[in-house]
């Protein structure tokens, strides 16, 4: 499958990026790793007439300790972010979700910065970036803004981006409590999640169980009030809005859902 | 557009189309047929190459994206008539069965190797999980894999 006819422009900076977008609106769409837009493209589901390659921009390829939190360039792979010693240290849940991405082909081209921007609820980072309370930086012509994440994620593949800024940096606080977990249920390996879950700090963050990451905060709550992991893993599919397709049915994720949040919260406080 | 990229140690330069995958362009333009199009959906991994080094698919790479970079197909593996140890690891254990996956599972496990000298069995069975052998000839291509790491442990660094 080849995608519709395109013409391929590639940023030489930041700089450029934000010239050529201004200059082709709707009709560009920015190409980072490629392993989000150019399926979509190939299955004709998308359609740019503009693709603004970013994979020179290697200032944004970046991990860096800034005491409190850790910064990452939009462009760091997930293969990067995977085998970074410094996350691997600070903040375990990234790393280690980064490497449930995909396969590693596809980890290898990947980037943060895209599978954010892309916003597919079923996605790995999105929920773990969510339950690590990050928040997103965005660049346009007119300058940069800081966006919490809790703000980021609007829809189903839609972001509070404006048409016209670049992603350009994921900044990560480093967690107060050092439990953590990642879960994350597949027919095959390199599926995307059917249900998944990521907890940190008390944070529970829910893969593809409504249009949006979700944090489950009715669990949240029943921690706080001193509940046992099974006790609040009882409350996970409320407040979601689980689709159904070809692999499960609402009432199968919910209960996945369910599942999938007690092994989470015990293994977490496990690691506690 | 233009593309200039390394195949294999050797320069070209061509035009083609904006939209060209790699893929097609290391098949149709470079004549390199051993890389293979399976699913054509970033799933099966028939289609991997090493580019800077590392394993892609490259059906799910523009062959824009690729210009300026180094690709290796199965084809450059070898050289001076000497099969690269993985090559000779697939032959020794029987790694494959129709073959049709073989190069893109002989350039996946180039690339783990290249990450990870020594893996176990279970670190081999997850470095290959975006490869997919519908003969399911699995057991002897994680040998072949082992076999591959062991022989390159034998060779003085």
Known sequence: MIPSSFTYQRAGSIEEALALVAEHGDDAKFLAGGHSLLPLMKLRLAAPEVIIDLGGLRELSYITDQGSYVAIGALTRHHDVHSSGLLTRDIPLLAHAAGQVGDPQIRHRGTIGGSIAHADPASDLPATLLALDASIVARGVEGEREIPITEFFQGLFETSLEPEELLTEIRVPKPASPGWSFQKFTQRAIDWAIVGCAVSSGRVALVNMGGTPLRATTVEQALAGGASPAEAAAHAAEGTSAAEDIRATRAYREHLARVLVSRALTESAARS | ?157
Not at chain 2, 20 to 29: E, K, P, Q, S
Not at chain 2, 69 to 86: F, I
Not at chain 2, 143 to 152: D, I, V
């Open chain 2, 1 to 157: 557009m233009k593309v200039d990229l390394t195949v294999n140690g050797k320069d070209i330069s061509v035009d083609v189309e904006d939209r060209m995958l790699l893929v097609h362009l290391l098949r149709d333009v470079a004549g390199l047929t051993a890389t293979n199009v399976g699913c054509d959906t970033t799933s099966c991994g028939a289609c991997t190459v090493l580019l800077d080094g590392e394993s892609v698919k490259s059906c799910t790479v523009l062959a824009a994206q690729a210009s300026g970079h180094e690709v290796t197909t199965v084809e450059g593996l070898a050289a001076g008539g000497q099969m690269h140890p993985v090559q000779q690891a697939f032959h020794t254990q029987h790694g494959l069965q129709c073959g049709f996956c073989t190069p893109g599972m002989v350039m996946a496990i180039v690339s783990l190797l290249k990450e990870n000298p020594h893996p176990t069995e279970e670190q081999v069975r997850n470095g290959l999980e975006g490869n997919l052998c519908r003969c399911t000839g699995y057991h002897n291509i994680v040998r072949a894999a082992l076999t591959a790491a062991e022989a390159s442990s034998e060779v003085p660094a």
